[in-house]
């Protein structure tokens, strides 16, 4: 366990909002591309960080429901970026006994290819154990509480048969347990449409580091600061 972390109160679930790929390109005089190629080695160190603390799931908001706005190269590229992370890393990761899936809206915009692939690695790793890492793609907030109240309503659910509890029985992965950890990168203190539903208690870390620059070290900071925080729930603390 890295330095200065209680085992004992590692949270169950972290989720990272990897920003600021654009800006550390432009830093650069790159293209913003380039910035998000840069990202991949942030994300499997991450990844490798996230492992060493025991995490029972990692998530990472990789493109939103919004990010189709972007310039049409862009969109491009950040689809066949996704593919190719895929096909480099997954016998990697499945061999570490990570499972891994998708959430997000499955539309006419993602590639087909994209999809095969996205189901092929969900597939192959669907019986791993040691943590679900959960990539969010063409993912958004609002649009999952839309689809899961749509579902409430194609089952027939009226009136006071619409609940916390059935809603969320209707989630892209039912079973996920609300991200005890939100991290977000490139000093932007914003939520940008990721989990909202799930955020509800989440603590909040922002850092100014932007994601190409991002490694374990900054998840274990990120870690030390929520074991710094006192949780209530909209409790009251007990007194010790
Ligand atoms: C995050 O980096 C990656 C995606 C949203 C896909 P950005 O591309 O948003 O980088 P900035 O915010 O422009 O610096
Ligand atoms: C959030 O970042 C989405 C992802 C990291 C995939 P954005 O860069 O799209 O968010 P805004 O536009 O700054 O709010
Ligand atoms: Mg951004």
Not at 1 to 26: F, K, L, S, T
Not at 102 to 117: E, K, N
Request: charge should be neutral; proline fraction near 5%; hydrophobic fraction near 35%.
């Amino acid at each position: 366990m890295p330095e200065g972390i209680d085992p004992n109160r590692v949270p169950r679930h972290v989720a990272c909002v990897m920003d600021g790929n654009g800006r550390w390109a432009q830093q650069r005089n790159l293209k913003r591309t380039e910035g998000h190629a840069a990202g991949e080695d942030a994300l499997f160190d991450t990844v490798e960080g996230a492992l060493e603390l025991g995490l029972d799931y990692f998530t990472v908001y990789a493109f939103s429901t919004e990010n189709w706005k972007r310039p049409p190269d862009e969109v491009r590229y950040l689809m066949g970026f996704n593919e190719g992370i895929l096909k480099r890393h997954r016998d990697d990761l499945h061999a570490k006994g990570v499972r891994i899936q998708f959430i997000g809206r499955r539309d006419w915009r993602v590639p087909r290819r994209l999809l095969r692939r996205i189901d092929e690695a969900t597939e192959q790793t669907r019986h791993n154990t040691r943590m679900v890492f959960t990539v969010a793609f063409n993912y958004g907030g609002r649009a999952e509480i839309i689809d899961a109240v749509r579902a409430l309503v194609a089952e027939g659910a009226t009136g006071d048969k619409i609940t916390e509890k059935s809603l969320r029985r209707h989630l892209y992965d039912p079973h996920m347990p609300d991200p005890d950890l939100v991290v977000r990168t490139s000093g932007e203190f914003r939520i940008s449409n990721f989990l909202l539903w799930e955020q509800a208690y989440s603590e909040l870390v922002f850092t100014d580091v932007l994601w190409p620059d991002f490694r374990r070290q900054h998840l274990f900071d990120a870690v030390r600061e929520f074991q710094s925080r006192e949780r209530r729930f909209g409790g009251v603390q007990e007194p010790s």
